[in-house]
């Protein structure tokens, strides 16, 4: 008799957990260790393992035998992994179709060591939410609605109507495909589909449900409040557990992860937790200095020009930013600051330029402005 696998182990719960510590725990491991998930070696015969205890935990009947006789056939099971009955030479454990059935039940994808169908966690969602830049830095809470598949609630999600078990389907014995053979010019060749009875899931129902017509879910309008942490980055997501679709075989729901698109600013824009403004002052402000109001997405706020400041310069107002995302504390926001160099001037404005000129020691000889450009100035100061 083989060694007894550690069933709860593998799932990573302790021996008295709860039918949805069960769940939770075969819905954590499946996903960590998923071939299209996980391409490290031995994560295969991982995902296996997990399926195979969560196929004997979620039993009542074999969990049973399981915790008092350590498989979950009872006294006289052959230990876990379902290889009881077979002899040396009859691969009886594989349910008898040949070497296709055993490479199967080593690599394909529903069935498990034993042949019987195993549950699979419902399909993850996406949902996009689209933020002002405004929500992105303070977050949110929100309700969302989306469509989805969800546990039928007639039969809790059976397939069976009126309370009854489905059963073994009767024609690939819980397997949830048969083996077929067709003539080729190559000899004759086994392959497998999915058994038409039972549509793969190794039940049969004799009296399906008539809300779900024996498929165990149904398309719903599901609502779920979203609560959008503060400092959201445009593109970043959010998971919501259970918040997908629902499983088959009464496996757990699938995962929503709701995917944010902030939109831009006219003003500011994001460098993480900081915010990043430019703003313009005159040349008067930037040589002599001066305190201007600057906006930021807290209020605006006072800021010290100190005199000579140059155009390019950038400014620190500490705190203004936003929340830093799964830590503490708030950004800073940079203000740039560009002098602003005026296209046109007036009298007075270019003989005080002049003068200032002169005073530095600096002789300009400005540039004489064309017919178009005066007529054009006069029609502006009209």
């Known amino acids: 008799m083989a ?11 302790s021996r008295d957990a709860s039918e949805d510590e069960i769940r939770k725990g075969f819905r954590k491991m499946s996903k960590k260790y998923h071939p299209d998930l996980n391409h490290e070696p031995g994560a295969e015969d991982k995902f296996k393992e997990v399926n195979e205890a ?3 935990l979620s039993d009542k009947t074999k969990k049973a035998n399981y915790d008092q006789y350590g498989s979950a056939d009872g006294p006289m099971g052959g230990g876990a992994g379902g290889f009881s009955g077979a002899g040396a030479g009859d691969f009886g454990g594989f349910g008898g179709g040949g070497f296709d059935d055993i490479f199967s039940s080593f690599f394909g994808g529903a069935q498990q060591a034993g042949g019987r169908t195993q549950p699979a966690a419902g399909a993850d969602l996406q949902y996009r939410m689209d933020l002002t830049f405004e929500e992105g830095v303070f977050g949110k809470t929100t309700n969302i609605s989306y469509n989805r598949q969800g546990r039928c609630h007639v039969c809790k999600g059976s397939g069976a109507a009126n309370g009854e078990e489905p059963i073994t389907c009767t024609k690939c014995h819980g397997r949830g495909y048969v083996t077929v053979q067709r003539n080729t010019p190559l000899g004759v ?16 129902i004799k009296d399906k449900c008539a809300n779900c017509h024996g498929t165990g879910v149904e398309q719903e309008r599901h609502t779920i409040e979203v609560k959008v942490p503060a400092g959201i980055l445009d593109g970043q997501q959010m998971r919501l557990d259970n918040a997908g679709e629902a499983g088959r075989n009464n496996a757990p729901y699938g995962d929503l992860y709701v995917v944010f698109r902030v939109a831009p600013s ?6 993480g937790a900081d915010i990043l403004m430019d703003m ?6 930037a040589a002599l200095g001066d305190n201007v109001k600057a906006d930021t997405v807290h209020g605006a706020v006072e800021l010290k020009i100190p005199a000579g400041t140059q155009s390019g ?10 929340p830093r995302l799964q830590s503490t504390g708030t950004g800073d926001e940079i203000v740039t600051v560009k002098i602003h160099t005026p296209k046109h001037l007036n009298a007075d404005q270019k003989d005080s330029l002049m003068k200032f000129a002169a005073a530095s020691g600096q002789h300009v000889k400005p540039h004489e402005s064309s017919l178009f450009d005066k007529v054009r100035d006069a029609f502006k100061n009209k």
């Open 54 to 56: 969560y196929q004997v």
């Open 266 to 271: 006219k003003i500011y824009t994001r460098d």
């Open 280 to 285: 313009d002052i005159s040349f008067a402000q």
């Open 313 to 322: 310069t950038k400014m620190r107002l500490r705190g203004k930013g936003a």
């Open 3 to 13: 060694e007894s696998k550690d069933y709860y182990a593998i799932l990573g719960v």
């Open 189 to 204: 060749m086994q392959s497998r589909v999915t058994c038409d009875v039972c549509n793969g899931t190794g039940k049969e």
